[in-house]
């Protein structure tokens, strides 16, 4: 599997991903990290205790780790969590479409990992 196939695959943007990176080498390096991050643990631990801070960190956190990547399906749900307990906003969700929205989220990225983890067993 290419670099290519990979973002066909997960439904990334691989030409974003171009643009804030330049060049495959570096898409490659970071996509691999980013099988190895704990962005969607934390943000999936932050949606159990509906802690706002946590929350609004670790989603901000996923947001801006998949926008650099072109991975806009994951960065704009992400965005939309952040948005949600970004300080001084009103919330407008309840605690259980947070969850479902963060259980959305959470699952979305394990199949991307798990993609990744395909990409790499084939490179």
């Known amino acids: 599997m290419t670099i290519q196939e990979l973002y066909a695959e997960i439904g990334g943007n691989y030409d974003q991903a171009v643009r804030v990176m330049k060049m ?9 990290k980013l099988r190895a991050s704990s962005v969607g643990d934390s943000l999936a631990e932050a949606g ?3 802690d706002a801070t946590k929350l609004f960190e670790s989603a ?4 801006g780790v998949c926008a650099n990547l072109g991975l ?11 948005e949600e307990f970004r300080p001084g ?13 963060v259980d959305d989220i959470t699952a979305l990225f394990r199949k991307t990992v798990d993609t990744i983890r395909q990409y790499e067993e084939g490179v």
């Open 24 to 32: 495959d080498k570096l898409i490659d390096r970071y996509i691999r």
């Open 48 to 50: 159990e205790s509906m």
């Open 60 to 63: 901000h956190a996923m947001k």
């Open 72 to 82: 806009d399906t994951l960065a704009s749900a992400a965005g939309a969590v952040t």
């Open 89 to 101: 906003n009103p919330r407008r969700l309840s605690d259980d479409e947070v969850r479902a929205k």
